[in-house]
């Protein structure tokens, strides 16, 4: 259940095998395998599972099993259980063009699920580069891959670069594939607090019918990274933050925050009032988005020792690549009239923080919230999540107005992102993933600033590393007579 890091399955033992396109990379390494070996630990993955790397290099299942053992070097010290997880682990070497490639993993999965007793269940996960996600799918059709059990696809962002792309790749996966076999991964859908948002609203009457434009003054998003393109300059000239965190990320924490009540905290029923949200976002005119967002790039830091955007390996010395957004999102549903969210995301900020803040209007009073209260998520770095309500802890801050649910687990049950989503596609539960129908809109939203962005040459660098962005971010809500809340 969506906001509940539920219990519920998270000691029945599941079956599969996983086939790794990319087993050898570091989405890998670093979450896919630490992320399974903690399934491991806690007896959700155990006797009946088997995972096939495949990529292009020539190793050996032994070779394969020691990379895997090391990639749990910070997540534990117990050799033994290591040993043991990393024997479930299989390599296949393959180029995802080469048909009999495909056959030779179809006969390894099939011989694994007679070792493993995996019930013929697969899970595809696409740890790869975009370019290859429909190649891969359209062989695992043609090559007969797909068994009688069930057959799950794990799509990593970016889903697609523009609209049209998005439902080219849309079109080549579902000739293999149906929309309820296809999981489009966003891991802030994994995370704890955005997840225990629908709960909170849900169980909090009085902050949920706060929740309106009657009340808010102002939605406020940001996720901010302290860190630079570090060693993915090669990527980031490809995207940008527009498509890297505002189209899939910030959208969809918007569809969270925004959508109404569901009938059901089930899969279904959150789809369709976030469906709702995504429909109703407001479309822009190119005057509007130059009146209403904002792109940047990082500059030097000011004792200059942190290299500007442009100076970062494998970018353009002019790349006119924004590495900062701030934006105005509005919707056009009666219950979301002229509320502003802004959205900010950015790199080379001051600090990490990915945050909510709902900012009250006085009118709230009538509900017997203190006017002009603000709310706010931490979705993270904090250990756990919290809430603040005017910047102090919600137990402290003498408001009863908000109160996490007590069956929440907040405190003893905070999971990586990508364990969580692990069991969602396990259990064939698609709610904290993202649906073709929500994509194709927050898609065509972005591509008109993208298309108007593209039509002028900005003048970057614009704000210095480590400093808040650049000051246009500011006056995008002075001009509303607003202002950010968190100003690092
Ligand atoms: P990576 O370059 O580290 O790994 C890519 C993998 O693909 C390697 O195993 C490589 O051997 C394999 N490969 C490349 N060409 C191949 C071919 N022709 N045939 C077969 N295998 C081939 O990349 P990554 O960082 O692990 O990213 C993988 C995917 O995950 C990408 O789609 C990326 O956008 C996405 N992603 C990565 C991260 C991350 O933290 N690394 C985060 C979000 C999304």
Redesign the pocket.
């Known amino acids: 259940m969506l906001g509940k890091r539920s219990n519920k399955n998270m000691t029945t033992e599941k079956s599969a095998v996983f086939i790794i ?8 390494h ?2 896919l395998y630490p992320a399974m070996y903690n399934l491991y630990k806690s007896g959700v993955l155990k006797d009946h599972f088997a995972v096939i790397g ?4 020539p190793w050996s299942d032994d070779y394969y099993r020691s990379t895997v053992v090391d990639s749990l070097e910070d997540v534990d010290d117990d050799e033994k259980a290591m040993t043991e997880f990393s024997k479930h682990f299989f390599y296949q070497s ?3 063009t080469d048909s009999d490639h495909y056959i030779a993993l179809k006969n390894l999965a099939a011989k694994l699920d007679d070792q493993f007793d995996t019930g013929h269940n697969r899970i595809y996960y696409m ?4 370019r ?1 996600f429909g190649t891969v799918a359209e062989h695992i059709n043609s090559e007969g891959l797909k068994t009688d059990g069930y057959n799950r696809l794990v799509i ?3 889903f697609g670069r523009s609209f049209d792309s998005a439902c080219d790749l849309n079109s080549s996966l579902t000739k293999t594939f149906s929309e309820s076999e296809i999981y489009r991964m966003d891991h802030y859908l994994g995370k704890f607090m955005v997840q225990q948002l629908t709960d909170i609203r849900m169980k909090n009457k009085t902050f949920e019918k706060a929740l309106d434009h009657k009340y808010v003054s102002n939605m406020q998003i940001t996720l901010s990274e302290s860190l630079g393109v570090e060693d993915r300059g090669g ?1 980031y000239e490809t995207a940008g933050v527009l498509r890297d965190m505002i189209q899939n990320h910030i959208m969809q924490i918007i569809g969270a925050v925004a959508m109404d009540e569901p009938a059901k905290l089930d899969s279904d029923s959150i789809h369709e009032v976030k469906r709702a949200v995504f429909a109703n976002l407001k479309d822009l005119t190119p005057e509007e988005v130059d009146q209403n967002f904002v792109r940047g790039q990082y500059g030097e830091d000011a004792t200059g020792k942190l290299k500007a955007y442009r100076e970062e390996d494998n970018v353009d010395a002019n790349s006119n690549i924004e590495t900062f957004v701030a934006g105005k999102v509005t919707m056009s549903n009666e219950r979301w009239d002229g509320v502003p969210f802004y959205v900010r995301s950015g790199k080379r900020m001051p600090a990490k923080s990915s945050r909510i803040d709902v900012v009250f209007n006085d009118k709230v009073e009538e509900l017997g919230i203190k006017p002009n209260t603000t709310v706010t998520f931490l979705i993270e770095p904090e250990n756990g999540s919290s809430i603040l309500v005017n910047g102090i802890d919600y137990q402290s801050a003498n408001q009863d107005f908000i109160k996490f649910p007590e069956d929440s687990h907040y405190f003893d049950n905070e999971r990586e992102a990508y364990e969580s989503l692990m069991i969602d596609i396990l259990d064939g539960d698609q709610i904290h993933f993202t649906l073709w129908d929500e994509l194709q809109n927050t898609w065509k939203y972005v591509d008109v600033i993208r298309q108007q962005w593209d039509n002028e040459t900005p003048d970057f660098p614009n704000y210095m590393s480590k400093t808040i962005g650049p000051d246009a971010a500011s006056e995008l809500l002075e001009k509303d007579g607003n202002t950010w809340v968190w100003d690092a």
């Open positions: 396109f990319g087993g050898s990379g570091d989405l890998a670093r979450k495949t990529a292009r290099r393959h180029d995802v740890a790869i580069a975009p290859f990593e962002k970016p990527y």
